[in-house]
């Protein structure tokens, strides 16, 4: 059973242990931005058709509109937890103007764009302290759950846009604006957009 995202659109839950040899996530595609942090045993994620083996202490994430699914291997507990965002978190908090690429490197995809973090790059990284950050408030729950969940999901997305920036920042050589249209797009597909509307968010 996978918790429902709060109204702010960000959740951080575990998953329930899995045994070995079966299918943890079934192949999908969502909206939201995933990102899986082990925590016992080892598992397969096959994400936009890259295959990656995960033990304790790996980080996989998973663009919006990513496809992918998760196969647990030999080991009989398997367990991780799971942060998950919608797009409209980001975009919330992003000039209007199209001028920041930030939101874009959680849709864009490319083969060069990294995808997963092993163990020994998250020691003592901004990622994994707000990771533990999380984890505790799962066991101790905040006053303030929203505030500190919301604070650290910016710090782990903060610290992946910054890992390989220069890489995304030639990728996205075409205008920042065609990549937040799109994107734009993406998170407001249910509303009446016209094509006016987004020639004057373009300029």
């Not at 397969?44 to 202490?57: A, M, R, V, W």
């Not at 920042?169 to 249910?190: A, G, L, Q, R």
Request: hydrophobic share 40%.
């Amino acid at each position: 059973i996978v918790p429902p995202l709060s109204d702010k659109g960000v959740n951080f839950f575990k998953m329930p242990v899995v045994g070995a040899r079966s299918m943890a996530t079934q192949t999908q595609q969502h909206d939201a931005i995933e990102i899986i942090y082990m925590k016992t045993g080892s598992v397969t994620i096959n994400i936009d058709g890259g295959k990656y083996d995960l033990s304790p202490g790996d980080l996989a994430f998973v663009r919006s509109r990513g496809v992918h699914n998760i196969y647990t291997l030999d080991q009989e507990v398997n367990d991780y937890y799971v942060l998950k965002l919608m797009p409209k978190f980001i975009y919330d908090i992003c000039p209007q103007d199209g001028s920041s690429n930030f939101a874009n490197r959680f849709s864009v995809f490319d083969t060069s764009l990294k995808t997963v973090f092993r163990k020994e790059e998250l020691e003592e990284s901004e990622i994994k302290r707000n990771l533990d950050s999380l984890i505790e408030g799962l066991k101790a729950p905040s006053t303030i759950p929203d505030v500190c969940k919301i604070l650290a999901t910016l710090n782990i997305l903060k610290e992946i846009y910054l890992f390989d920036q220069k890489i995304f920042n030639k990728i996205t050589k075409v205008p920042d604006t065609i990549f937040d249209i799109v994107s734009y797009v993406n998170v407001w597909f249910e509303m009446n957009i016209t094509a006016e509307d987004m020639a004057k968010r373009a300029n």
